[in-house]
């Protein structure tokens, strides 16, 4: 089986799916990584040099290559990765895969990104508290409809990690 992780940027993709891995013994990717890996190139560097249409690209082509060559693998993706490209139809049309919606309220996002904006190109530049939130609020809006396809959601406001895993592997089998 391959478990696909998505969610908002900060949802707890990378961290959880890591965490997720080692308690199915399964091999973990983190998109990002991967992309970053291949390309010898970090994803902000990527977005600033290349424009976020080739980092898209790059996504898409790389997803659909794990999807077809790997199993027993829990794959992290980014934020934007379901909501482009088509790429929540290839997700859910792949031969046994399980997607997952990591839920986060909005709150909880804004607290986890006003902290860690420098690593996430999107949201870098936004200057001020109020304009990050304001930001955070529509943009998933936007793409909730996208996220909302997974096979499954698991909310995971005021959860530590571990309490999430074993619900996501609840989940699973
Ligand atoms: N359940 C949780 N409780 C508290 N903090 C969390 C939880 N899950 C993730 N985090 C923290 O939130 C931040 C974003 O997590 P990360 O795994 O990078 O998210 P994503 O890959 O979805 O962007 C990290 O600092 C991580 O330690
Ligand atoms: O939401 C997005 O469009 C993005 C999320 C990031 O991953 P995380 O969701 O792991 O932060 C990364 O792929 C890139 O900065 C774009
Ligand atoms: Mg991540």
Redesign the pocket.
């Known amino acids: 089986m391959v478990v696909i992780l998505i969610?908002?940027?900060?949802?707890?993709?990378?961290?959880?799916g890591r965490i997720l891995a080692k308690k199915l013994n399964y091999e973990f990717l983190?998109l990002d990584d991967f992309i970053e890996k291949k390309e010898n190139a970090a994803v902000s560097d990527i977005f600033n040099l290349k424009g976020e249409i080739h980092f898209r690209a790059l996504e898409t082509q790389y997803l659909k290559e794990l999807l077809a060559s790997k199993n027993n693998l829990v794959l992290?993706l980014g934020?934007g990765t379901p909501c482009y490209s088509n790429n929540m139809e290839t997700i859910l049309n792949a031969d046994n895969t399980k997607s997952i919606y990591?839920k986060a309220s909005i709150p909880t996002l804004i607290t986890?990104l006003k902290?860690?904006k420098s690593t996430r190109p999107l949201i870098a530049h936004i200057e001020t508290d109020d304009l990050l939130a304001e930001f955070i609020g529509k943009h998933l809006f936007e793409r909730s409809q996208f996220y909302s396809l997974a096979n499954a959601t698991i909310t995971?406001d005021n959860?530590?990690?571990n309490d999430?895993v074993e619900e996501l592997v609840l989940q699973l089998f």
């Not at 969610?7 to 959880?16: F, R, V, W």
């Open positions: 969610g908002y940027m900060a949802s707890g993709k990378s961290t959880l983190d992290s934020g990591l986890r902290n860690e995971t959860k530590i990690a999430i």
